[in-house]
């Protein structure tokens, strides 16, 4: 008996959640538990841009080779032009590093990786709270982890000045993981002067933002949501950034993400460059060819690109609808409560309040799921579900 030592897995609090759901027999079942957008019918959307991507690449039959440990050239070009915009000084300058990634989950690891190696004394502060494997990820990679306030529950806001007293008294070179949008899992996120603020702060303590950009479009615009990258570039920091393809191109499963690091210069960025490379190799050796190629195509063909685009706007939108909807049901059914947060919040998410024995009434009597937390993904809501979910949601509250 090797194994029988082992502790027994207690599950994921989302991803194993997902699979209690896609197990429950109930008909009328509604998922808002995992980040997963769905349309209007409940179902994940093949958006047509990709769809063409892909037949195209089908057409082509080109060969399989194993892609470079940073990933398909092209890919990383469309990746830079997308997070700073086309001609940043920070890109033409060759002081940025992007590398194709395993998702953004591939780039955070590789990244947390290569900070345990390099930056040996640095430790990681997240927002508290944050996505559940961000703790995880960099943790398993032998950092340590705290946390920073964000979350103000009393307004459904964000606790601004105590986030920032607690980052001017970090110690130099700290890390700092930061949401560029669409905070996961409250939904609440800095505004530009906020950002702003931030930056001499960041600066004068001498840290080192990490940006996690997962949700790129779902808040305000694809370039609007980029924002706090752009503004971190131009401002001459050196930070981090993950980001994912899986919910603005709605391909979860292909994995397709990247991870780009701004440096003081272009000599800085090759060594950085060289170590991603071997940090990469590894970890999983090379990223996945088909992933280069779906986003490629679709960032980098004027017709495509415009697909996309108008498909973004319109996840974006119907999200938008269904916080309106979900307020409004809501507002009508316990008029002394404030649910104004479902307007403020931004992206998929919104933080609900709601008690781990409220979430679990709501999965077991009216097969309601959301996450333990109170974390409640709008984009799992429809027009033939929001009514009776607000409905439930008054019940157990
Ligand atoms: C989520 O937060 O639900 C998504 O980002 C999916 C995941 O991997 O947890």
Same mark, same amino acid.
């Given at each position: 008996m090797m194994f029988s030592h082992l502790d027994r897995y207690a599950g994921d609090p989302i991803l194993s959640l997902n699979e209690a759901f896609q197990k429950d027999p109930r008909a009328d079942k509604v998922n808002l538990s995992i980040g997963i957008y769905f349309d209007d019918a409940?179902?994940?959307?093949?958006?047509?841009?990709? $769809?063409?991507?892909?037949?195209?690449?089908?057409?082509?039959?080109?060969?399989?080779?194993?892609?470079?440990?940073?990933?398909?050239?092209?890919?990383?070009?469309?990746?830079?032009?997308? *997070?700073?915009?086309a001609g940043h000084e920070a890109v033409t300058s060759?002081?940025?590093?992007?590398?194709?990634?395993?998702? !953004?989950?591939?780039?955070?690891?590789?990244?947390?990786?290569?900070? /345990?190696?390099?930056?040996?004394?640095?430790?990681?502060?997240?927002?508290?709270?944050?996505?559940?494997?961000?703790?995880a990820m960099f943790e398993g990679a032998g950092v340590a982890v705290h946390s920073y306030p964000y979350y103000d529950p009393a307004s459904g806001g964000l606790a601004f000045d105590a986030m920032r007293q607690t980052l001017a008294g970090l110690?130099? #070179?700290?890390?700092?993981?930061?949401?560029?949008?669409? $905070?996961?899992?409250?939904?609440?996120?800095?505004?530009?002067a906020q950002w702003q603020a931030l930056v001499p702060l960041l600066r004068e303590r001498e840290l080192l933002p990490y940006l996690d950009l997962a949700y790129q479009g779902y808040g305000d615009g694809i370039a609007e949501d980029a924002h706090a990258v752009r503004l971190l570039a131009a401002s001459g920091l050196s930070f981090f950034v993950a980001n994912s393809f899986s919910k603005s191109m709605s391909v979860y499963g292909e994995r397709a993400g990247a991870l780009s690091v701004v440096c003081a210069d272009a000599a800085e960025a090759a060594l950085v460059l060289g170590q991603l490379q071997a940090t990469v190799r590894r970890n999983y050796s090379s990223p996945?060819? @088909?992933?280069?190629?779906?986003?490629? @195509?679709?960032?980098?063909?004027?017709?495509?690109?415009? !697909?996309?685009?108008?498909?973004?706007?319109? %996840?974006?939108?119907?999200?938008?609808? %269904? #916080?309106? !909807?979900? $307020?409004?049901?809501? +507002?009508? /059914?316990?008029?002394?409560?404030?649910?104004?947060?479902?307007? +403020?919040?931004?992206?998929?998410?919104?933080?609900?309040?709601?008690?781990?024995?409220?979430?679990?009434?709501?999965?077991?009597?009216?097969?309601?799921?959301?996450?333990?937390?109170?974390?409640?993904?709008?984009?799992?809501?429809?027009?033939?579900?929001?009514?009776?979910?607000?409905?439930?949601?008054?019940?157990? *509250?």
């Open positions: 409940g179902r994940i959307p093949v958006l047509d841009s990709v $769809h063409r991507a892909e037949a195209r690449m089908l057409a082509e039959a080109g060969p399989k080779p194993y892609l470079p440990m940073e990933g398909a050239a092209a890919t990383r070009r469309e990746v830079q032009k997308l *997070l700073f915009g060759g002081r940025t590093v992007t590398l194709q990634t395993v998702g !953004s989950s591939g780039g955070l690891k590789v990244g947390a990786d290569f900070i /345990r190696r390099w930056l040996p004394g640095s430790e990681v502060w997240v927002s508290d709270p944050t996505w559940d494997n961000h703790r110690p130099p #070179r700290s890390i700092v993981l930061l949401h560029a949008c669409c $905070h996961n899992p409250t939904g609440v996120d800095l505004t530009p996945a060819i @088909h992933a280069a190629g779906i986003v490629a @195509h679709v960032l980098g063909d004027p017709a495509l690109r415009a !697909s996309w685009e108008a498909d973004v706007a319109g %996840m974006r939108t119907r999200i938008q609808a %269904m #916080r309106r !909807s979900l $307020h409004g049901v809501l +507002s009508a /059914r316990l008029p002394g409560r404030d649910f104004g947060y479902f307007l +403020s919040q931004r992206g998929m998410f919104s933080y609900t309040g709601l008690s781990a024995a409220q979430v679990d009434r709501l999965r077991e009597e009216f097969g309601v799921y959301l996450v333990r937390s109170g974390r409640i993904c709008i984009a799992g809501l429809n027009t033939g579900n929001v009514e009776r979910t607000a409905a439930a949601i008054a019940a157990v *509250l």
